[in-house]
């Protein structure tokens, strides 16, 4: 499977800079990559290796509980806490029927009340912490969790520059966003067994939000993205890597935002491959929003190029949600 060659890493630091120049060539390099696949990487963002590593080596000590243990804070999608196996299947949200999904994840998100307690019963669902088998998980969580939204916002001041709006068109829609940190660990075939016919790691979908920030590891059964042939692209091919980077895609929201000037990242995680049937991986995923109740309408032509209904980003994200869960 070749690679998507045509996805980008985009340095931030001449972002950071303040150069005007700089600035300008990293938003238009943005837009074009957004253009197409709806995904780019991302190095200088300021967060470690090392800090990302923590994370993974912590998660993986609540992951190798007794199912039992584990089972204590089973929760369903949208929940705070542990999805095992075949909670989710991530195809049916574009109507495509997969076999559920064939990882397990630690779920944590935005936690501070907003006050109104029909939106914070869903969206701000205190976090559930495994403090008495794996003490350690919540600090370097909620450390991830604090870096990845200071990101977040500085990615979304990029993209606004890159559509040639106001570095705050869409931050001023953050001020109490939601948001969600998803663990995923992808076992070997060892754990799960053989893969059914059609059944992946995640099935093929697109996130539902703004943005996703990504730190993932490389594999045979890892991230694929789709770029349209209709765009000169090649279908279905392999995410390229890079160690120090994280891989930013759009979501529905922010495609609708932009009049689909820009595609939401369609991505797909294959199910272990023969090839390495004891592969075993893990995904720091960490999917940003906006504010609860937002109206989400598509910016006009010469910028959109496609009139969208707008939509109340509450009611959209939780009809998706809806849609993945199982049973």
Same mark, same amino acid.
């Given at each position: 499977?070749?690679?998507?060659?045509?996805?980008?890493?985009?340095?931030?630091?001449?972002?950071?800079?303040?150069?005007?120049?700089?600035?300008?060539?990293?938003?238009?390099?943005?837009?074009?990559?957004?253009?197409?696949?709806?995904?780019?990487?991302?190095?200088?963002?300021?967060?470690?290796?090392?800090?990302?590593?923590?994370?993974?080596?912590?998660?993986?000590?609540?992951?190798?509980?007794?199912?039992?243990?584990?089972?204590?804070?089973?929760?369903?999608?949208?929940?705070?806490?542990?999805?095992?196996?075949?909670?989710?299947?991530?195809?049916?949200?574009?109507?495509?029927?997969?076999?559920?999904?064939?990882?397990?994840?630690?779920?944590?998100?935005?936690?501070?009340?907003?006050?109104?307690?029909?939106?914070?019963?869903?969206?701000?669902?205190?976090?559930?912490?495994?403090?008495?088998?794996?003490?350690?998980?919540?600090?370097?969580?909620?450390?991830?969790?604090?870096?990845?939204?200071?990101?977040?916002?500085?990615?979304?001041?990029?993209?606004?520059?890159?559509?040639?709006?106001?570095?705050?068109?869409?931050?001023?829609?953050?001020?109490?966003?939601?948001?969600?940190?998803?663990?995923?660990?992808?076992?070997?075939?060892?754990?799960?067994?053989?893969?059914?016919?059609?059944?992946?790691?995640?099935?093929?979908?697109?996130?539902?939000?703004?943005?996703?920030?990504?730190?993932?590891?490389?594999?045979?059964?890892?991230?694929?993205?789709?770029?349209?042939?209709?765009?000169?692209?090649?279908?279905?091919?392999?995410?390229?890597?890079?160690?120090?980077?994280?891989?930013?895609?759009?979501?529905?929201?922010?495609?609708?935002?932009?009049?689909?000037?820009?595609?939401?990242?369609?991505?797909?995680?294959?199910?272990?491959?023969?090839?390495?049937?004891?592969? @075993?991986?893990?995904?720091?995923?960490?999917?940003?929003?906006? @504010?609860?109740?937002?109206?989400?309408?598509?910016?006009?032509?010469?910028?959109?190029?496609?009139?969208?209904?707008?939509?109340?980003?509450?009611?959209?994200?939780?009809?998706?949600?809806?849609?993945?869960?199982?049973?």
């Amino acid at each position: 499977m070749p690679e998507a060659t045509d996805i980008p890493v985009i340095d931030l630091g001449p972002w950071l800079s303040g150069d005007g120049a700089a600035r300008a060539a990293t938003a238009a390099a943005v837009d074009t990559a957004l253009s197409r696949a709806g995904f780019l990487l991302i190095t200088g963002h300021g967060v470690s290796r090392e800090t990302r590593a923590v994370v993974r080596r912590v998660a993986r000590e609540f992951f190798a509980l007794p199912a039992g243990t584990k089972e204590r804070y089973a929760v369903s999608v949208g929940g705070r806490g542990w999805l095992g196996r075949g909670a989710e299947a991530n195809g049916y949200s574009e109507g495509t029927a997969t076999p559920p999904d064939l990882k397990e994840s630690w779920t944590v998100g935005a936690d501070r009340p907003s006050g109104d307690p029909a939106t914070d019963a869903f969206w701000f669902q205190p976090n559930v912490w495994p403090d008495a088998e794996v003490p350690a998980l919540r600090e370097v969580v909620e450390g991830y969790l604090a870096a990845m939204r200071e990101v977040a916002d500085e990615v979304l001041r990029l993209l606004a520059a890159a559509l040639g709006q106001a570095e705050d068109f869409f931050t001023r829609h953050t001020a109490h966003p939601t948001y969600t940190l998803n663990v995923n660990w992808y076992p070997g075939m060892d754990v799960v067994g053989e893969p059914e016919p059609g059944q992946f790691r995640i099935g093929p979908h697109t996130d539902f939000g703004t943005v996703t920030l990504l730190d993932r590891q490389h594999g045979k059964g890892g991230l694929q993205v789709y770029v349209d042939p209709a765009d000169g692209g090649s279908g279905w091919v392999d995410a390229p890597y890079e160690p120090s980077a994280l891989t930013v895609n759009i979501g529905d929201l922010m495609a609708r935002w932009t009049g689909d000037r820009w595609r939401s990242g369609r991505h797909r995680v294959l199910p272990p491959s023969p090839d390495a049937p004891a592969e @075993d991986l893990m995904s720091l995923v960490y999917f940003y929003e906006c @504010d609860p109740h937002t109206t989400v309408a598509s910016l006009p032509a010469p910028v959109g190029r496609v009139a969208h209904d707008p939509v109340d980003s509450t009611v959209y994200l939780k009809a998706k949600l809806d849609a993945i869960s199982v049973g």
